[in-house]
Structures are given as C-alpha cells and as structure tokens.
C-alpha cells in the first residue's frame, strides 16, 4: 500500500466536494491511503499573494511544515494550492530567512493529477478498470496553473502536456486533439472582471465543442466551477448552446475502476453528465 499525506484545501471542503469524494475514493481502490493534514489551514490561494507577500508565503509553508513531520509526499488536489505551496517551497530553498515557520523545503509536494499519472499507478488502473471508457471523446483540460511556471513545476511539456491523456487512454476514453488545454479560464477574476472570465471560458467550451468532445476534463476546483455553471448564463448571452459536461479526472477513474459512489459525484455537477454517459452506454 502506498502512503501520502494529503492537503484536499478549502475548495475540497465546499463546492467541490465531489472531487474530494471521487480522490478518495480512487485512492481506496488503487490501495494507496491518504493521511489528511491535521489541524491544516487555507493556503492563501488566489487572494494572499495578490496583498501580502509576507502572508501568502508563510500561509503555504505552515502547512507545508505540518507535512514535513511526516517522511510521506504531499498529495495536493487543487491546481491553486499546489501553485502556492509549489511558490513556498521555492522561496524557503531561495532565501529561507524570509521564512520564519517550521518548514525547510523537504516534502516532496504531488499535484493530484501529475501523481495519478505516475507510470506504477497507471499500471495498478490498468489491472483494476472495470469498464473501458471506449466510444467517450474527451477534451484534456489541463488549465494555466497545472503546467506554469515549468521552472517551478518541472513539467517539460507545458505548451502541450500529455499526462492527463495518457490516463485517460488508459481509462479507454479517446483524448480529442485541441489547442486551448492550457488556456486560461479566467480563474478567481470571476468576482473582479466577469466578463473576461465569460469571453474565457466561451472560448474554451467553443473550441472543445469544436473539437467534437463529449465532455472536457480538468484537475482544478476553479476551471471546474467556472466552465461548469456559467453554461447557461453564456447561453443567453451568445445565443450558442454548450451543454458541456465538466468533470474531474478522478471522476472518470473510478467510473472506469466501477466505484459504486460515480453516480453520487456526478449529481452535484450543474451541467449534468448522466445523459452523454448513459447514451455511451457507460451509466
């Protein structure tokens, strides 16, 4: 059995409650246990580094401290805190007398997404798929975070990442081939400057729709939110109908590794999933 510790964040708790679910879920049937944080807080997100320097460092390297007590990796899900812990860790091996907290830059920090595409664990859901997710057309959402800055995240192929669709070939599903799956989404400037977030998140839903996809895939509680439940404010506006499927990766893990609580994750999704799932033959 493989043991990470695990910070799920405040999205995780809240509004996308569901990708927690499905996380832990997938991790049951893959037998990898996750130890959450005690006593975790927020991370600061996308708010602290925007008017603290200070305090968006040292919100990230307390958590990151709790973590290093324990010689596990750090399995973070949210695109967002991974980011700013991914910030902290490079502050404290940079110029670590700015950081007066407990934490030295010795936990090895996983976003969910580049740990499930670890080559063992996609042997172990090669073993254990229930179902092949054949005839499902997907369009890999990978969002601006998850691959940038590369010095930071190390991720070589961050103009055109593949991990997510090789996990989701392994899942049977068809990956289809789009140029906007490390667009932004507009992300937290939804409560500041909407309407870029609308012109953002139409070009998206557009070009996956163009690609011919019967959902778009994505690893970040906020490109989730935002391309989930701004369908069909955008519908009114431009006179185009999306009604595109939104869902986490985890999801199509463990309807692929036949987990009996799939139908329960995709019931809180405003776009609902059931009718382009079911007509696959796959609910």
Same mark, same amino acid.
């Given at each position: 059995?493989?043991?990470?510790?695990?910070?799920?964040?405040?999205?995780?708790?809240? *509004? $996308?409650?569901? =990708?927690?679910?499905?996380?832990?879920?997938?991790?049951?049937?893959?037998?990898?246990?996750?130890?959450?944080?005690?006593?975790?807080?927020?991370?600061? $997100?996308?708010?602290?580094?925007? /008017?603290?320097?200070?305090? $968006?460092?040292?919100?990230?390297?307390?958590?990151?401290?709790?973590?290093?007590?324990?010689?596990?990796?750090?399995? !973070?899900?949210?695109?967002?805190?991974?980011?700013?812990?991914?910030? $902290?860790?490079?502050?404290?091996?940079?110029? &670590?007398?700015? !950081?007066?907290?407990?934490?030295?830059?010795?936990? &090895?920090?996983?976003?969910? #997404?580049?740990?499930?595409?670890?080559?063992?664990?996609?042997?172990?859901?090669?073993?254990? @798929?229930?179902?092949?997710?054949?005839? #499902?057309? !997907?369009?890999?959402?990978?969002?601006?975070? *998850?691959?940038?800055?590369?010095?930071?995240?190390?991720?070589?192929?961050?103009?055109?990442?593949?991990?997510?669709? @090789?996990?989701?070939?392994?899942?049977?599903?068809?990956?289809? &081939?789009?140029? =906007?799956?490390?667009?932004?989404?507009?992300?937290?400037? !939804?409560?500041?400057? /909407?309407?870029?977030?609308?012109?953002?998140?139409?070009?998206?839903?557009?070009?996956?729709?163009?690609?011919?996809?019967?959902?778009?895939?994505?690893?970040?509680?906020?490109?989730?939110?935002? #391309?989930? *439940?701004?369908?069909?404010?955008?519908?009114?506006?431009?006179?185009?109908?999306?009604?595109?499927?939104?869902?986490?990766? *985890?999801?199509?893990?463990?309807?692929?590794?036949?987990?009996?609580?799939?139908?329960?994750?995709?019931? @809180?999704?405003?776009?609902?999933?059931?009718?382009?799932?079911?007509?696959?033959?796959?609910?």
């Amino acid at each position: 059995m493989k043991e990470v510790s695990y910070y799920p964040g405040c999205s995780l708790h809240g *509004t $996308a409650r569901e =990708y927690d679910d499905s996380i832990r879920g997938v991790s049951k049937l893959l037998d990898i246990q996750l130890y959450e944080l005690e006593d975790w807080t927020c991370c600061g $997100a996308s708010s602290a580094h925007c /008017t603290d320097e200070k305090l $968006a460092i040292d919100l990230a390297a307390r958590n990151l401290g709790l973590a290093e007590k324990n010689d596990r990796d750090l399995l !973070v899900p949210c695109v967002a805190c991974y980011s700013r812990f991914k910030a $902290a860790e490079k502050e404290v091996k940079e110029h &670590p007398e700015k !950081v007066h907290l407990s934490y030295h830059g010795n936990v &090895p920090i996983r976003y969910a #997404l580049d740990f499930f595409c670890d080559d063992g664990i996609l042997e172990e859901v090669k073993k254990k @798929r229930a179902k092949s997710l054949s005839g #499902l057309k !997907v369009a890999c959402y990978y969002g601006c975070l *998850t691959v940038r800055p590369p010095k930071m995240t190390g991720v070589r192929e961050y103009e055109n990442p593949q991990h997510m669709d @090789r996990l989701m070939k392994t899942l049977g599903a068809d990956p289809v &081939p789009w140029c =906007y799956k490390t667009d932004c989404c507009g992300a937290s400037l !939804v409560m500041t400057r /909407t309407d870029i977030v609308k012109k953002l998140n139409d070009r998206l839903l557009s070009m996956a729709m163009e690609a011919e996809a019967d959902c778009l895939v994505t690893g970040c509680p906020m490109c989730q939110a935002n #391309l989930d *439940t701004r369908q069909g404010e955008l519908e009114k506006e431009t006179g185009k109908r999306y009604n595109l499927p939104i869902l986490y990766f *985890t999801e199509l893990m463990g309807l692929a590794l036949g987990h009996k609580d799939v139908r329960k994750w995709l019931h @809180r999704h405003i776009t609902d999933p059931m009718k382009i799932l079911s007509a696959k033959g796959l609910m």
